[in-house]
């Protein structure tokens, strides 16, 4: 039983910062990717993040150059550094993680493991 735990969420002005952290427990083995989407009031869930298996990192064009994610292998955490917030990156953020092979880094159906979530609120 793998459990993913969000943490680092808040309400921040417009041009904060905020650090999103995600632990990951229980049977890990080597080999996996760890994501961030995010889901705003009334919008679908949505691609922010991901750290591959292999080294690569993944960032949205939506939050790239303001946004920073890294993974620690070590202690099993993600993390989602994020600066000059806008109000529209309000919304609830999820830790996502497969094991193996990701063949789209981007869709979360490949993701079969979720965290509940922490909320990131921004406002102008």
């Known amino acids: 039983l793998v459990e993913l735990v969000e943490s680092g969420g808040g309400s921040v002005e417009d041009g904060g910062s905020l650090k999103l952290s995600c632990v990951g427990t229980g049977h890990f083995y080597s080999g996996y990717n760890m994501a961030w989407f995010r889901q705003g009031p009334g919008k679908e869930r949505e691609w922010v993040a991901t750290a591959e298996n292999d080294g690569t990192e993944d960032v949205a064009e939506s939050v790239k150059g303001r946004f920073t994610i890294s993974k620690d292998d070590a202690k099993n955490t993600l993390y989602l550094q994020m600066n000059s917030l806008k109000p529209e990156d309000t919304g609830m953020y999820y830790c996502?993680?497969?094991?193996?092979?990701?063949?789209?880094?981007?869709?979360?159906?490949?993701?079969?493991?979720w965290g509940s979530g922490t909320q990131v609120t921004v406002s102008s």
């Open positions: 996502a993680l497969r094991f193996g092979f990701l063949a789209d880094p981007a869709d979360p159906s490949y993701f079969n493991h």
